[in-house]
């Protein structure tokens, strides 16, 4: 006596329609999430300008790169992870190759002004600020081969800025 019928039918479940709607879930997910929205800094207090203009089209890609004052030392955040000095210029470095490798180009075209890489560096510093850690971002940029820039500001609506 084992405990089993003879005879009688196994009743297991269909998982292909469920496993089907989970499949469909995952990808609609994956479509919708936004992923620019965690590349911004909402902490920072961007200044206003009120001679802003949009950025420029035809870019490839864009970066966008958080200046924070960090007691008194220059602090970059992309994506939420914070860098400090010391690995701003390697982190540049890598975005640098990645985007070289992305346009079919070498180091060499973009240093001898022969070709010019598209990717388009979003700076977005807070308004307290010092320019010099701004300049300190742009110049590493530029040592790597990075060479279109946008400086993003608050708008400025009826004469009031926008937070």
């Given amino acids: 006596m084992s405990g089993s019928r003879r005879g009688a039918q196994k009743a297991e479940p269909n998982l292909t329609p469920i496993l089907d709607m989970v499949f469909q879930l995952i990808t609609f997910f994956v ?4 992923f620019k929205s965690a590349e911004l800094d909402l902490t920072l207090n961007l200044p206003v300008v009120g001679s802003a203009r949009p950025r420029p089209s035809g870019t490839n890609r864009m970066l966008v790169l958080n200046v924070k004052d960090d007691k008194g030392e ?19 470095d890598r975005e640098s190759k990645s985007a070289l490798i992305a346009n ?14 598209k990717d388009l560096m979003v700076i977005r510093a807070d308004a ?4 010099g850690h701004v300049n300190y971002v742009i ?4 040592e790597v081969g990075f060479r279109n820039y ?11 800025p926008q937070r």
Avoid: W
Wanted: hydrophobic fraction near 45%; glycine fraction near 6%.
């Fill in 74 to 92: 220059v602090a970059l955040s992309v994506m939420g992870v914070l860098h400090k000095k010391d690995a701003i210029k390697p982190y540049l």
């Fill in 128 to 131: 307290k600020c010092p320019f």
């Fill in 104 to 117: 079919d180009m070498t180091f060499d075209d973009v240093k001898d002004g022969s070709k010019e890489m």
């Fill in 150 to 160: 946008c400086l993003k500001t608050a708008p400025v609506v009826a004469g009031r």
């Fill in 31 to 34: 479509l919708v999430v936004n």
């Fill in 139 to 142: 110049t590493a940029c530029q």
